[in-house]
């Protein structure tokens, strides 16, 4: 190490998953290139706004914790959101919600999970990473994106730099650090228009059971365990998937896909989450309990405008 | 053709044109994609034509629900079937053996007939696109001799090699990248798929032509294949 080079944070240990990632890929799904970006998006734009960056600047993504460090190279203000992944500042622990400024030398620490699964961490103006079809969002399974381009999250070695500027002291809004999923998880679903092929019986169960999230889930998909869903029809024709669908394979277990779904696939769907909740899902860890809220449509955008509305 | 269109999300909508899998769709698809693509300009956020269906992603911050609904008659009012002699056709080069082609015997034993009349039929006609999607710039194309029609393993593999050249009942399709997947593989090409995805020019694109073509070991090799034989079970 010299001291020419470009200051930044250099990762000293990776943990499990850490992803470069931003608003995501859009304009490109009939290319077969999945959307991507951050998961729990709220989340996301909070570490953006509160340095004062673009909210779909350019940040990270860090899943469970599991040991990731990161050793300052420089001094800055950093912003961390979303999950309690009990995260210390050399040995200040550091509590999401906040920015806070970090000295040369100083080691970001991220450990397990205490209340969410996603930690998001932002950077002055946002981290620098090549464009790959117009994101630099990581999908490891598409081999696109990320500091390589090439889909790979956080490794050893890696260095973190950012475009610098805006790096305003800002402090959330009351109220805006209750976003995790809690006991009581509700996910707004607006229901589709297949929602005729499953029988009366399954939808009553869709909506009134407890589901348990499995511990398949990932960004592409959460599978959901519950009472099994029965519908006329085990598969269809392949057609385009939304963000947080909620598809049902013939062993009658939801799956809900996420950001790095497959952009098109066959099962029937009783419709997809709202991208409030899907956010939402990307943050309960296996074993949480949720439940399918039916909602409208109308309601699903006013309750989206309401929270875009707080990011002033 | 009776235009449906359905609620899918909340800022998403479904342009169902057709209920079965057909060539002749295509011509409709392609019309109808550029038609809403041209409608709905800026306020697209995405548009992911399939066999049957256009799946439209909309700004709705920017764009009124009934708006939405609005344009989408709109583009398809007055469409006229695009010409699918327009799509570009592409000859994928192949090497059929059972090293990088596990289910060669599968698919000849289901079907009746030996793996030489197996790669003839696999490559005696032309097919069309219908989508993209799975993965970068992988093309579902169709159809497949219907003889030939195979299910998907019961349990996919873990790993199928990048180039492979696959089978689903009555589609066929060929694997950009390294990745999971059910279908069977009946050999691999040393096209690059992928390069061309992530570049935001896939090889293929919906309505393209494309005929497989038979190519001995050595050429394969010397068109920079891999020879890697793909495990048979895992």
Redesign the interface.
């Given at each position: 190490m010299t001291s020419s080079l470009p200051a930044g944070m250099k990762v000293v240990q990776a943990g499990p998953l850490a992803l470069v990632e931003d608003g995501g890929r859009?304009?490109?799904?009939?290319?077969?290139?999945t959307?991507g970006g951050a998961a729990d998006w709220v989340s996301f734009y909070w570490s953006n706004w509160l340095l004062g960056n673009p909210l779909n600047s350019t940040a990270l993504e860090v899943v469970v914790g599991g040991g990731l460090v990161l050793e300052a190279e420089c001094a800055a203000r950093l912003a961390l959101t979303g999950a309690d992944l009990d995260a210390t500042l050399d040995d200040e622990p550091l509590l999401p919600g906040a920015s806070f400024a970090v000295r040369p030398g100083q080691r970001l620490t991220f450990r397990q999970p205490r209340e969410g699964l996603r930690a998001y961490l932002a950077f002055p103006g946002g981290l620098e990473a090549p464009q790959?079809?117009g994101s630099a969002s990581t999908t490891p399974?598409?081999?696109?994106g990320g500091l390589h381009e090439d889909g790979r999250p956080l490794t050893v070695g890696d260095r973190l730099t950012w475009r610098g500027a805006p790096a305003v002291e800002r402090h959330l809004p009351p109220g805006s650090t209750v976003w995790l999923p809690g006991s009581d998880c509700r996910l707004e679903l607006?229901?589709?228009?297949?929602i005729g092929v499953f029988t009366g019986a399954s939808l009553y169960a869709a909506f009134n059971a407890r589901w348990r999230v499995d511990d398949r889930a990932d960004r592409m998909g959460v599978r959901l365990l519950g009472p099994g869903l029965a519908s006329h029809a085990s598969s269809m024709?392949?057609?385009?998937?939304?963000?947080?669908?909620v598809q049902v394979p013939p062993d009658g277990q939801p799956i809900v896909l996420l950001n790095d779904r497959?952009?098109?696939?066959g099962y029937p769907r009783l419709?997809?989450l709202?991208?409030l909740a899907a956010a939402r899902l990307a943050q309960c860890l296996p074993g949480q309990e949720v439940r399918l809220v039916a909602t409208s449509?109308?309601r699903?955008?006013a309750e989206?405008?309401r929270v875009?509305g707080r990011f002033r | 053709m009776r235009a449906v269109i359905e609620t899918t999300a909340m800022d998403v909508l479904m342009v169902r044109l057709f209920d079965t899998i057909a060539e002749s769709n295509m011509a409709w698809i392609m019309a109808a994609d550029q038609a809403l693509r041209q409608t709905f300009g800026e306020m697209l956020i995405d548009l992911v034509p399939s066999y049957t269906t256009l799946m439209v992603h909309y700004d709705c911050l920017r764009l009124e629900h009934g708006e939405a609904h609005g344009r989408i008659r709109q583009a398809l009012e007055h469409l006229r079937p695009a010409d699918t002699q327009a799509g570009e056709r592409h000859e994928i080069p192949v090497w059929y053996d059972e090293s990088v082609g596990p289910e060669l015997h599968r698919v000849a034993e289901r079907a009746g007939i030996g793996i030489d009349e197996l790669i003839r039929r696999h490559c005696d006609h032309d097919y069309c696109v219908f989508a993209l999607g799975f993965a970068p710039g992988y093309g579902f194309m169709g159809l497949v001799d219907e003889e030939l029609a195979t299910p998907r393993l019961e349990t996919p593999r873990r790993r199928v090699a990048a180039g492979s050249v696959g089978i689903a009942d009555r589609q066929t399709a060929v694997y950009p990248l390294v990745s999971p997947g059910g279908w069977n593989i009946l050999g691999r090409t040393a096209v690059p798929l992928f390069e061309s995805a992530r570049r935001g020019n896939p090889l293929f694109v919906p309505g393209d032509r494309v005929r497989f073509t038979s190519v001995p070991r050595a050429e394969f090799e010397a068109q920079g294949g891999d020879t890697t034989p793909l495990e048979e079970r895992q």
């Open positions: 859009l304009g490109v799904r009939h290319l077969g290139v959307q790959v079809l399974r598409e081999r696109l607006v229901a589709g228009a297949q024709i392949s057609e385009g998937i939304p963000l947080g669908a497959q952009t098109i696939g419709g997809a709202t991208p449509r109308a699903a955008l989206h405008r875009l | -």
